[in-house]
């Protein structure tokens, strides 16, 4: 089974489906140990860790789509991508889905933002025409190799023209054939109730919880009973390890030394273990045995 079926599976399910945000290998690699059934590559994140540089329409598809090809040869979970505006017009798009689906993307998020666009929980975000994102939306239907892939059509009209214009909006997306729908940035329980009753049982819903955003940290089973069926937690994992990492950095400064660190990191062996190394040390040594013996059955 794909991975993109597994996710049309999953969401398809009783429960909603938690998605934590990644944006390498090593953090796709550390949800998939973890046990989760889905991960989430969030363009913020790519953002700030590639380029050390805000939410604001920097990165380029290349970027992504190199993002997405190394989580893809590390893990075999299904993968969200967070495509922003799919880079351009609704040509732009089909280009885009067609790279990012090749590079091992389950599933493509595009937003209905003007370019350049700026992160869903940032003020001031100018919107498409409707007609227009919902030619996108239609665009990317058409690219995907795959039927399974899921397209996921994003709006941002609420914090731009109000709850009732962003639900109208997210008709006008399901009409054009989005496989799943998200209104970013509600900013009440009630928006999150006002969203599940429009859409819920029409298609699969995502809800985005952002530490210190404008939408209410709810657990997943509490927006599974809302009826949202794909919960993201996209930059909890960069905010972590930032946090973590300005804390190891300040103790070095001040100690000149990590010894006072070792209970807050994964030691020498530690991680050489949590990224496999003895299993790769091993295949090499398979193969290497079996270049020797080939020549040693080769000697007359």
């Known amino acids: 089974m794909s991975p993109a079926k597994k996710l049309r599976d999953l969401l398809a399910g009783p429960e909603a489906v938690v998605a934590p945000g990644v944006y390498d290998a090593l953090t796709a ?15 913020a994140s790519v953002s700030f860790t590639r380029l050390g540089r805000p939410d604001l329409g920097l990165t380029t598809l290349t970027e992504v789509a190199d993002t997405v090809a190394r989580i893809r040869e590390r893990i075999e979970l299904p993968l969200v991508v967070d495509a922003d505006t799919g880079y351009g017009n609704a040509l732009n798009v089909q ?28 003020a001031g975000k100018n919107l498409v025409a409707v007609d227009e994102m919902a030619g996108k939306i239609r665009a990317a239907l058409d690219a995907r190799e795959d039927a399974e892939t899921v397209i996921i059509a994003r709006t941002d009209a609420l914090a731009a023209e109000g709850i009732d214009r962003a639900i109208a909006r997210g008709h006008a ?64 994992m960069l905010r972590v390890n930032a946090k973590a ?51 040693e059955d080769s000697q007359p």
Do not use: W
């Not at 690699?29 to 363009?43: I, K, N, P, T």
């Not at 990590?258 to 091993?282: A, C, H, K, P, W």
């Open 245 to 295: 990492s300005t804390e190891y950095l300040a103790a070095l400064k001040a100690d000149g030394t990590t010894s006072g660190f070792l209970d807050r990191m994964f030691l020498f062996d530690e991680v050489n273990e949590l990224i496999g190394l003895d299993e790769m040390i091993r295949d090499g040594q398979r193969y290497a045995g079996d270049i020797r013996d080939s020549k």
């Open 173 to 236: 997306y399901v009409a054009a054939g989005a496989d799943v729908l998200f209104i970013e940035a509600p900013r009440s329980v009630e928006h999150l109730q006002q969203i599940g009753q429009e859409f819920g049982g029409k298609l699969p819903l995502l809800a985005n919880m952002v530490e210190g955003g404008r939408t209410p940290l709810l657990p997943a089973n509490e927006l599974g009973d809302l009826g949202f069926s794909l919960v993201i937690f996209p930059g909890a």
């Open 95 to 122: 280009r885009s889905v067609a790279l990012l689906e090749r590079m091992g993307a389950s599933a493509i998020q595009l937003e209905d933002q003007q370019s350049p666009k700026r992160c869903g929980h940032l």
């Open 29 to 43: 690699l550390l949800v998939e140990q973890a046990g989760f059934a889905c991960v989430y590559l969030s363009g």
